[in-house]
């Protein structure tokens, strides 16, 4: 068993399709664990995506994360970091594959409606960062 860290982000939100991601992840057997919904500040969403902090589009980034609510759940399930990021698609929503997520409902790539962790070490890092153990369902 495996978990990954979710993030409905501010336009998927603000779309109404919270139920629409959800359902996707129940159907494809990925457990939530824990789910909290949040609307993050400028420092959250800088020390979130401190990798990127060098990247053209981080100040982008964390501006559209800090625009609005997200929800953040954990995913539990067999290789469920990558079983997540199939279900996602790619980051490019122009390059992802039919019938995921990015595909169906992104509209930028920025703007691209989920975020899921790339590997264990991030989803350890990604998990910690928004949830304490006592909220983690075992
Ligand atoms: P996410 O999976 O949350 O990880 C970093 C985010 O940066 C990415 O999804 C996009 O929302 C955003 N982003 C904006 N521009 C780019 C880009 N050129 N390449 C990768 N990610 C980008």
Redesign the pocket.
């Known amino acids: 068993m495996e978990r990954t860290l979710s993030?409905i982000k501010p336009d998927g939100v603000a779309r109404g399709i919270i139920g629409e991601v959800i359902k996707r992840l129940e159907i494809n057997h990925l457990k939530i664990v824990a789910m909290k919904m949040m609307k993050m500040d400028t420092a959250q969403a800088q020390g979130f995506?401190s990798v990127?902090k060098e990247r053209p589009?981080f100040d982008?980034?964390t501006h559209f994360m800090t625009s609005g609510p997200v929800v953040v759940m954990v995913l539990e399930g067999e290789n469920a970091i990558t079983k997540y990021r199939e279900i996602m698609g790619a980051?490019?929503y122009r390059e992802a594959a039919e019938g995921t997520i990015r595909k169906d409902f992104a509209t930028d790539?920025?703007k691209?409606v989920v975020?899921?962790s790339d590997s264990p070490e991030t989803a350890a890092f990604e998990i910690g960062y928004f949830f304490n153990r006592f909220e983690l369902i075992v």
């Open positions: 993030i995506y990127h589009f982008s980034l980051t490019d790539i920025e691209n975020h899921g």
